[in-house]
């Protein structure tokens, strides 16, 4: 078998790439939806970007939990309102993905007992970076990149 490529096969091969690279809309929304699917399930899963386990509860939380009457799961899951709140935006050259919930920066960068103000958080709070591109995510991504390159220059 014999493949031939002219001058004109690869002139318009570069014209299609330069043409899309000027708006990558497509390929960052894709990225966009794995990367919220891909947080939501280290959530669940409790485990941060480099898949280690989150920090455990406090007994400080346990006993605060208890005196409310709270049930809870693994830490991030009590209400499981952080992991359904996971949601990505994206334009030409650009995604972006995180939270609407109100305790998702404490959870991601932790915070010292009293330092939100009035008297909270009760205890001090370990960082749990839920956010983030694990290697993964690196793996993933990249085959997404090369996939949209692929479809561009066979269009």
Do not use: C
Request: a negative charge.
């Amino acid at each position: 078998m014999r493949v031939e490529i002219t001058e004109d096969t690869i002139t318009t091969g570069l014209a299609r790439v330069a043409a899309a690279l000027g708006d990558m809309s497509e390929p960052m929304d894709e990225i966009g939806q794995l990367m919220v699917a891909s947080t939501q399930d280290r959530i669940e899963a409790g485990v941060d970007v480099d898949d280690k386990p989150f920090a455990a509860r406090s007994a400080t939380t346990i006993a605060r939990y208890g005196k409310l009457g709270l049930k809870y799961g693994a830490p991030l899951n009590q209400s499981r309102r952080m992991r359904k709140g996971i949601a990505h935006n994206s334009g030409p050259d650009w995604m972006e993905v995180g939270s609407n919930a109100i305790q998702a920066a404490v959870m991601q960068f932790g915070a010292a007992k009293g330092s939100l103000g009035s008297g909270a958080p009760w205890g001090n709070i370990p960082a749990r970076a839920f956010l983030g591109v694990s290697d993964e995510d690196r793996t993933k991504i990249h085959e997404t990149i090369e996939e949209w390159l692929a479809k561009i220059i066979v269009r």
